[in-house]
């Protein structure tokens, strides 16, 4: 482990000395503790912070991508549903449930995954997804390897709620969870903030990471082993979405591309919500605030909206592809929360409004790594029922209506 000299110089190399400004008042154990927490938190995300914000503030030249329409894929069901089925039965296809988020907007203090969506009985977001997966197992009669990721933060909750809840009817033995990185949280000057006098306040560093954090977990083996070629990952908030969905599989595998996204057709030229596109010529997605109106309200020779199709976080990925990128760094992201922290007067302080950054990779940015992907244009109100936020827009509320209208007992 560093020394207290070498751990000063460190943070002196970023400005962050304050951050040993209670080592003197701490106990032994603790002073280890917060020696290990510098010598293993990659600062250089800090860097981030002098690029103008958002290093992806410098994009490309963007283009629209068409997709697979649900007219097509009504046309096309049964062959690709056929060679989906296939591929699920030969072994080739897991899931990855993206649950290390902190779910700050929602305001529950459990892994979201814990929420019950349930009125009159209980359902639990995790149950959503296991039973949506159930739907594929029941279908094909194979067990459908699923990784769960989760954070420091809530994988000792979220590991136990599943084994008190006997994995709600899945097989255990293809379950497995693997534990994501984390990053400093800043305040608005870019001082990393205090958890408390010990401790720097660490949060999980975004969904990006999930293939090098199953690589460190050591199940990149699990995944050779079993003869996965292609990996579904998904969020754990949308509890309306097809998982291993043996379409998506199918169309994808037939069209010969290197990935496919699911989208929905955007409902507004103003909706919030990133874009599958081109840029530069390889596919991407570009975010909200990152379109000119003119993008936003731009139409194609048929009257409809060119950047028409929106990303649902519902991706599929080549194992191989994926393994070849692991050297490559993905952008960091810098976003606005709010960060629990100690003051300069040793008080804790949980914030009601943002108050700093937090630095995190996103797993949209893998898109425009690979060569090609596949926009597989899914119906909203069958497959997307996100829980964002308690109320309103991609609530509870929300997600309640939808799951009702698709005949789910709550
Ligand atoms: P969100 O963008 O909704 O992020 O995550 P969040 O941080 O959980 O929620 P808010 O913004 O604080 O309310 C989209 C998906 O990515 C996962 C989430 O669990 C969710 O499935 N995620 C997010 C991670 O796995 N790790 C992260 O560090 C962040």
Not at 1 to 30: C, N, P, R, V, W
Not at 103 to 125: A, C, H, Q, S
Not at 187 to 200: F, L
Not at 329 to 353: Q, R, T
């Amino acid at each position: 482990m560093i020394t207290f000299e070498e751990a000063k110089d460190i943070l002196s190399k970023y400005g962050q000395e304050h951050i040993l400004k209670y080592y003197d008042e701490i106990s032994d154990s603790e002073k280890s503790d917060l020696l290990k927490q510098i010598e293993t938190i990659d600062f250089s995300v800090l860097e981030a912070l002098k690029n103008d914000k958002d290093i992806t503030a410098e994009r490309g030249e963007f283009a629209p991508l068409g997709a697979v329409t649900v007219k097509d894929i009504e046309k096309n069901s049964s062959e690709y549903s056929k060679s989906g089925i296939e591929a699920i039965k030969a072994g080739k296809i897991a899931a990855v449930l993206l649950a290390g988020g902190q779910g700050t907007r929602l305001g529950f203090d459990k892994p979201k995954g814990m929420f019950n969506v349930g009125i009159t009985k209980e359902l639990y977001i995790f149950q959503c997804l296991i039973n949506n997966l159930m739907d594929i197992v029941n279908l094909t009669g194979v067990w459908i390897p699923l990784y769960i990721m989760t954070s420091e933060k809530n994988n000792a909750d979220t590991v136990e709620f599943f084994k008190k809840k006997n994995y709600f009817g899945y097989n255990s033995s293809y379950i497995n969870f693997f534990i994501q990185d984390m990053a400093p949280s800043v305040d608005y000057n870019g001082k990393i903030y205090m958890e408390n006098k010990a401790k720097i306040s660490l949060s999980p560093n975004g969904n990006g990471g999930w293939f090098s954090s199953i690589v460190r977990a050591g199940l990149l083996e699990d995944i050779r082993e079993k003869g996965i070629e292609w990996l579904n990952v998904f969020a754990v908030d949308n509890v309306l979405q097809r998982i291993a969905d043996p379409l998506f599989i199918g169309a994808m595998i037939n069209s010969g591309l290197q990935s496919g996204g699911k989208v929905v057709s955007k409902a507004a030229p103003e909706e919030r919500v990133g874009v599958l596109c081109l840029e530069d010529g390889q596919p991407s997605i570009v975010e909200y605030y990152e379109m000119t109106h003119e993008m936003r309200t731009l139409l194609d020779e048929n009257g409809e909206l060119a950047y028409k199709y929106g990303v649902i976080l519902n991706y599929l990925f080549n194992v191989d592809k994926l393994e070849s990128l692991l050297k490559d760094k993905l952008p960091i992201h810098i976003v606005e929360k709010k960060i629990p922290y100690i003051d300069e007067n040793g008080n804790h302080v949980s914030p009601e409004a943002p108050n700093g950054y937090k630095f995190e990779e996103l797993v949209l940015d893998m898109i425009h790594m690979q060569d090609s992907c596949l926009a597989y244009e899914v119906i909203r109100n069958k497959e997307f029922a996100p829980i964002k936020n308690a109320t309103g827009v991609d609530s509870v509320e929300s997600a309640r209506e939808l799951l009702k209208e698709n005949g789910v007992q709550l």
